[in-house]
């Protein structure tokens, strides 16, 4: 059987286009999930041992080229070629959180926790502070409004270069932000009111700061569980400085790679989706219309989307199907769809096509 969403009850509430006959699920969104339930095979299982794989792989991958990068002397040419490296496979190992909040409540928990003790603490990028807001990215009551968590437009201007510029320099500070946030932990306990505060303005990892954060009693019990760890983390980091343990400038050299990291995620963000709604609520046809395929292999395009999440209109339109059968469900969509499906339409040439127009806005991109 045919699942949409791997969320939760409470959140497959929320997912657009649950409820058939509502205003924007026209038909051709019918005719696509027909067609994806009418392949050979079952796409919507997960291969755990790929996610294990790539999960390694990204690991070690990562941590290797850091730890070369982190201890070569300040400046060397063994420093400068680790950086990108590092930075690659940093961005590589922290996309992955998107696969973990995707899976269902009781799928593959031993991979769920290990790339959090493994990745999400050390990175400080926990699942629980990713999970919540992502979903609400999907669900008809955010996407593409004020308080959509991962909409581009709701914190840049398009050809405004001083919101340029201010998205810039939120992208620079979002590093700091997060370190703070988890070195202040124990200030959050000093009162209720503070705590709640917290949990739901700030226990998000979104750009968006109109974005409040609904809590269930599991959201926060998740949220605590990962705090102390991170708080742990964070602390280690200015503390092995004093302590003489490690140089100054390991804190501007992790500070580099955050930034970068975090520069990649939001290069992605640019292209995800057009950004064409005016803040209002829409149906599930506009919703996908609004989302882009990639389908070429232009080195930014490779770059910016790992683990085949190019393909976001496709996982848009069936959140819960793992990101290894992206590719094999889009390539069957397209032979076998009729030639007038809307879905065809929504492959893009490549990132910078619709990147520039989220950038310059439409008027200046179009010349």
């Known amino acids: 059987m045919l699942q949409v969403c791997a969320f939760g009850t409470e959140d497959r509430l929320e997912e657009p286009g649950h409820g058939a006959g509502e205003a924007g699920d026209e038909a051709w969104i019918g005719e696509v999930r027909r067609t994806l339930r009418s392949a050979a095979t079952d796409?919507?299982?997960?291969?755990?041992?790929?996610?294990?794989?790539?999960?390694?792989?990204?690991?070690?991958?990562?941590?290797?080229?850091?730890?070369?990068y982190l201890l070569s002397p300040l400046g060397s040419w063994q420093q400068l070629v680790a950086f990108p490296i590092t930075t690659f496979w940093l961005y590589r190992l922290g996309s992955l959180v998107h696969e973990v909040c995707h899976l269902g409540e009781r799928e593959m928990p031993g991979f769920k926790l290990a790339w959090n003790a493994l990745a999400g603490i050390v990175i400080l990028m926990p699942s629980p502070f990713f999970t919540r807001h992502h979903r609400d990215h999907h669900s008809r009551r955010y996407y593409g409004t004020p308080q959509d968590p991962e909409y581009v437009a709701n914190w840049v201007e398009g050809g405004n270069p001083v919101s340029v510029l201010g998205y810039a320099f939120k992208i620079a500070i979002m590093p700091i932000l997060v370190f703070l946030r988890f070195l202040v932990v124990p200030l959050t306990f000093v009162h209720p009111a503070v705590r709640e505060w917290t949990l739901r303005h700030a226990s998000a990892l979104t750009f968006n700061r109109h974005y409040e954060r609904r809590l269930t009693a599991a959201d926060r019990r998740a949220i605590l569980a990962v705090e102390i760890p991170c708080f742990v983390r964070a602390l280690s980091i200015p503390l092995l400085v004093v302590l003489g343990v490690t140089p100054w400038t390991?804190?501007?050299?992790?500070?580099?790679?955050?930034?970068?990291?975090?520069?990649?995620?939001?290069?992605?963000?640019?292209?995800?989706?057009?950004?064409?709604?005016?803040?209002?609520?829409?149906?599930?046809?506009?919703?996908?219309?609004?989302?882009?395929?990639?389908?070429?292999?232009?080195?930014?395009?490779?770059?910016?989307?790992?683990?085949?999440?190019?393909?976001?209109?496709?996982?848009?339109?069936?959140?819960?199907?793992?990101?290894?059968?992206?590719?094999?469900?889009?390539?069957?969509?397209?032979?076998t769809l009729p030639a007038t499906s809307p879905y065809l339409t929504l492959d893009q040439p490549g990132w910078w096509s619709v990147a520039r127009r989220t950038l310059l806005g439409p008027a200046i991109a179009a010349h």
């Not at 390991?250 to 992605?268: E, F, K, S």
């Not at 990101?323 to 469900?329: K, T």
């Open 43 to 68: 796409l919507f299982r997960p291969s755990p041992l790929r996610y294990w794989i790539d999960f390694a792989v990204s690991l070690v991958a990562a941590y290797a080229a850091g730890t070369l």
């Open 250 to 335: 390991r804190i501007p050299l992790l500070y580099a790679l955050a930034l970068v990291t975090v520069a990649l995620n939001q290069c992605r963000f640019l292209a995800d989706h057009h950004c064409a709604g005016d803040g209002s609520r829409v149906g599930m046809a506009a919703h996908i219309a609004d989302s882009c395929n990639f389908t070429g292999n232009d080195p930014l395009t490779l770059l910016f989307f790992p683990f085949s999440i190019r393909y976001h209109a496709l996982h848009h339109l069936f959140p819960s199907l793992p990101y290894h059968n992206l590719r094999q469900a889009h390539e069957h969509l397209v032979s």
